[in-house]
């Protein structure tokens, strides 16, 4: 229930915000959420929706979606050191 209440948001500011509204709740919803996968799949949409005129001299044009999946492998070790030492 916590991933849709947290999922929704983020979409509806994907969909009907600016980009400096949606990036920084997209990153603080991979920071907060544990393994927050659907995060990738919102980058992607984010990829799909506006990624054309973001990097036109890369030919990998899922910047965002791999942005995300990155963000979150980093958290995950990073979330076992915080709650060893917590």
Request: hydrophobic share 65%; aromatic share 14%.
């Amino acid at each position: 229930m916590r991933r849709f209440l947290i999922s929704v948001p983020v979409l509806l500011s994907i969909i009907f915000l600016p980009y400096w509204v949606y990036l920084p709740l997209l990153l603080v919803a991979l920071v907060v959420v544990p393994l927050y996968w659907e995060g990738m799949i919102l980058g992607f949409l984010m990829d799909v929706l506006y990624g054309s005129a973001i990097h036109p001299g890369i030919s990998f044009n899922f910047t965002f979606a791999l942005l995300s999946l990155m963000i979150i492998l980093i958290m995950i070790p990073l979330r076992e050191r915080i709650r060893i030492h917590a």
